[in-house]
């Protein structure tokens, strides 16, 4: 029995690769769509917190995961934006001079209003 082999020593970068490029067996679209899927998956779970992840851990398509999770925080973060909404509606000036500190507390309130969104 023979054993092909090739002398990989003095081969140059582009040698190789064409050589490994005719050993790899090639995939098909829905083997690569799989593997795009996969990726995107386990993407999506590295970026959640603990408590968060084992809400969707039994899901395993990117877009099932993110339709549970924007139905579990989309009402809260309606309802903290409407807060914040009430608070910076209500923030009135106080008879006190101390412009800076209201300044300040209306720029908090932006901020946070702005990246609540």
Known sequence: MK????S???MNDNEWVTLREKDKPKK???EAGEDLKDVATST???CLANNTR???LSLTDPA???GKLESQYKSKLLTSSLH???RLFGLQM???PNFNQHLDEFNKLMMDWILSR
């Open 94 to 96: 106080t008879q006190e």
């Open 3 to 6: 054993v092909k082999t090739c």
């Open 44 to 46: 999506i779970l590295l």
């Open 54 to 56: 084992w809400k969707v």
């Open 28 to 30: 098909t679209m829905t």
């Open 64 to 66: 099932d995961i993110l």
């Open 84 to 86: 914040l909404k009430k």
């Open 8 to 10: 990989t020593e003095k």
